[in-house]
């Protein structure tokens, strides 16, 4: 029974996860891991932050 509830767990947060990085990107944010992403010189110039490998 604790392993279903640990299983279900996991699932939840990595769900919550994929389903934060997939509205992020359908609203175009490039760096989505970047807190400044919006207003980002890196970001709106095309690339990504430093530091942070591009998804393309």
């Not at 699932?11 to 400044?36: F, T």
Request: aromatic letters at 4%.
């Amino acid at each position: 029974m604790v392993n279903i509830l640990i299983a279900a767990l996991l699932v939840l947060i990595l769900g919550g996860a994929a389903l934060y990085l997939y509205r992020a990107k359908k609203k175009g944010r490039r760096c989505v891991g970047c807190p400044d992403s919006a207003a980002c010189p890196h970001c709106r110039g095309g690339s990504c932050c430093p530091g942070e490998k591009s998804s393309e």
